[in-house]
């Protein structure tokens, strides 16, 4: 196991809604990304957070937008959701932000209808 | 997730076999690279990295090389075993962060 958990698993939505993903990081973990992985297709990265300041962003809309916490907890938040936006949405910590092993929770697959 | 791998290239194995599961990368300024297993219903889990200095990295069971010249990225996975089965990416770092850009995939499947 990684020690990174996230919630929920399974998540369904409709179009023009917002939805709320958290994940919970290893302890000590200063570095939280959140990635989306559409079906068959590689993750991609969304944003990265460091000591609760956004570190970088993809290509990524700013209806998604995130929150670190200083208890190693951590939100993805989608407004205004898109039939494109269902996905995996996979959450990753590291010790730090260079070049350091990243553990994967097992993801919220989102559902938007 | 579930569904991984619904599209993705398949390679398939006998069992006790190696495996050899290849990779392209795109950015010529990536320094770090890394290889992940992906099961049904799991995220990505580490297996192995090698950063740009080196051509030549093992694990146990596995070895990446990587080939700077045409930016090329392979897995090898010796005995090749059922619990081998799932999609392998890979992900370089272009130095900025841990921001990873991730491949493709390939899905690895073992036969009995």
């Known amino acids: 196991e990684t020690g990174v958990t996230q919630s929920p698993t399974h998540l369904i939505k409709t179009r023009g809604q917002q939805v709320t993903l958290r994940c919970s990081s290893q302890?000590?973990?200063?570095?939280v990304s959140w990635y989306q992985q559409a079906l068959g297709q590689g993750p991609q990265f969304i944003f990265q957070?460091?000591?609760?300041?956004?570190?970088g962003r993809g290509n990524f809309p700013p209806r998604f937008s995130g929150l670190q916490f200083p208890n190693y907890s951590s939100e993805l938040n989608v407004n205004a959701l898109e039939l494109d936006d269902s996905a995996l949405y996979l959450c990753a910590s590291s010790w730090d932000r260079a070049n350091e092993k990243l553990f994967f929770g097992s993801g919220t697959q989102l559902s938007v209808l | 997730g579930e569904n991984v791998g619904l599209h993705l290239p398949t390679l398939s194995v006998q069992e006790g076999d190696n495996s050899i599961i290849n990779c392209a990368y795109s950015n010529s300024a990536s320094d770090y690279f890394i290889w992940y297993k992906q099961e049904s219903g799991k995220g990505p889990q580490f297996i192995i990295d090698?950063?740009?200095?080196?051509d030549k990295r093992q694990g146990q069971r596995v070895t990446v090389l990587l080939n700077k010249t045409v930016k090329h990225l392979s897995l090898q996975i010796a005995a090749t075993q059922p619990g081998d089965s799932a999609v392998y990416f890979c992900?370089?770092?272009?130095?900025?962060?841990?921001?990873?850009?991730f491949g493709g995939g390939t899905r690895l499947m073992v036969k009995p």
């Open positions: 302890s000590g973990h200063n570095t």
């Open positions: 090698i950063r740009s200095n080196m």
């Open positions: 992900a370089e770092d272009n130095n900025a962060g841990n921001m990873l850009t």
């Open positions: 957070y460091y000591r609760e300041e956004e570190n």
